[in-house]
């Protein structure tokens, strides 16, 4: 119960918070570790290729957001596509540390359907809510890491249609690995896009070119660099949003 009211609390302080972020421009929070984190400080750029990077500058630390365009969109981080990144480094008593949703090995956290095969048979019923109802799934070959389990949904033919679900994470994949659904005919591939210890989503929502400004959402999981030990070994960022920070002068890279 006492858990349960703590989450309440959580969610009413952060919910007065989003609030406020809105009457204070340009505005940049989310939470760190369960604990708010605002920025003193936000500022975006634009590349001479189209990239947009967003800093945002607390007391002793920064995060830093980057896409590879000012399109309104989801941007996956963590996957071999660098330029879809999110960053955290702080310095605190000379102690300095540095986190990024690098690609690294590690349990699966996102899959993208390659191939679609031909001979499997379903794992999951489309209820009329829209939601699935999955009873079974497939094991899969290949890869640099093992024990990856997923549930599918295929059409009349056989053929694979969606990967509903990871059922199993499994251990030691990279992003970028391409992976075999067994049985069926072998010949249903998947990607892994990124991993459970380094993964996350950057969400542009508006992008002003008039008045230049941008706005959006994010969260992340991002690894320690350095493997120094003095900090730990993931941060986490859930519910951060940014409103209406604005785009600086074009800037060469």
């Keep these: 119960m006492k858990r349960f009211l703590s989450l309440f609390l959580i969610a009413l302080a952060f919910s007065s918070c989003q609030e406020d972020l809105k009457s204070n421009k340009p505005g940049f929070q989310a939470m760190k570790d369960d604990l708010l984190w605002r920025a003193n400080d936000a500022r975006a750029s634009i ?3 189209g990239e947009l990077t967003i800093e945002a500058l607390g007391e002793y630390d920064q995060v830093t957001l980057s896409t590879h365009s000012t399109n309104e969109g989801v941007y996956l981080l963590g996957t071999t596509y660098t330029f879809d990144s999110a960053t955290y480094d702080s310095n605190f008593n000379d102690l300095a540390l540095s986190y990024a949703t690098n690609p690294v090995a590690g ?3 996102n899959v993208q359907l390659v191939t679609n095969g031909s ?17 079974a799934s497939h094991n899969t070959t290949g890869g640099t890491g093992s024990g990856l389990t997923v549930s599918i949904t295929t059409d009349g033919n056989g ?4 990967v509903v679900r990871v059922v199993s994470r499994g251990n030691g994949y990279l992003p970028g690995d391409i992976v075999t659904v067994t049985t069926g005919d072998l010949n249903c591939k998947v990607k892994i896009l990124n991993v ?3 993964n996350g989503e950057i969400e542009i929502t508006d992008y002003d070119n008039i008045n230049m400004t941008v706005s959006g959402t994010f969260k992340f999981n991002a690894v320690n660099v350095d493997n120094n030990p003095f900090g730990a070994a993931v941060v986490n960022f859930q519910y951060g949003e940014f409103y209406q920070v604005p785009i600086l002068p074009f800037a060469k890279k």
């Design 196 to 198: 459970q210890t380094s």
């Design 107 to 109: 349990p699966v956290y």
């Design 119 to 135: 001979g499997y048979t379903s794992d999951c019923d489309l209820q009329t809510n829209g939601q699935y109802t999955c009873n």
């Design 47 to 49: 590349s001479s290729n």
């Design 159 to 162: 053929a694979v249609t969606k």
